[in-house]
């Protein structure tokens, strides 16, 4: 397999808990890999070592086999790493438009001008539009994200989380709240994303959801890596049964 990203023994303890285990992983360059697990599996905690929100007690994270583990999370993002966030992270003061040229800036492709935003020039412009063209949100442009409806809040995350053009996407619980038709229209997103060369690492509980998605899943449970395989086999599989029918918690 050809590996964009490669996690060898990652570790975290908070006190008494093990939030992430050991956990050894690989992500095909290309792919659109699936995460799931039980609520407190630890997935949104393996998102933060992965991306540097958090560090890690032992384990390497290896993007293109470069090392991300010794960088701080804005450098991680700069290499081609993002990620969206389980709750809103939007700028609620900033329009949609202004939220993805924040996140330029803050990835270090635009200019920062003091607190004053003089406006979209150029490549950022470009950038821009084109991200609000692809999400279906040129109309909400100058929209705060108050204003958003969930489905158009949810894409604008996503879009935001592209300005910076990665090369891997992670996604932590982008279907929270959604019926299966909005579901199913981010899903057109990202596969037309993954048509366009993004490799993306979803991370839900919905199981029917990530089964008819994703191509290859991994299982947590209690901070261990419990499973992996094509969704047949994890469907398949003894102990995934018994950890989502409730036989074993
Ligand atoms: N900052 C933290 N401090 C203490 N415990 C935490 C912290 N973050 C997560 N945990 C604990 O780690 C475990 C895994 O949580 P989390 O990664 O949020 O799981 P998931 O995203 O799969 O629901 C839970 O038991 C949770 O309470
Ligand atoms: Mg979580």
Redesign the pocket.
Known sequence: MDAILQIENLS?R??G?E??KAVSFDVPRGGLVGLI????????????LVTKH?SPDTGTVMLDAKPMHNLPSFKVARAGLARTY?KNRLFFEESVAENLRTAMIWGGAAKHEGLRYPGLQGREEERTKELLDFFALTPQRDSLPSGLSHLHRRRAEVAQALALAPKLLML??PFAGFSRDEAFDLIEHLRACQKGGLTMLL?D?NMEVMMEVCEYLYV?HH?ALLAAGTPNEVRANQDVINVYLGAET
Do not use: C, L, Y
């Open positions: 975290k908070f006190g808990v939030a992430v697990g039980p609520n407190g599996a630890g997935k949104t905690t393996f998102v933060n958090d389980q932590d619980e991370i509980h947590m901070g």
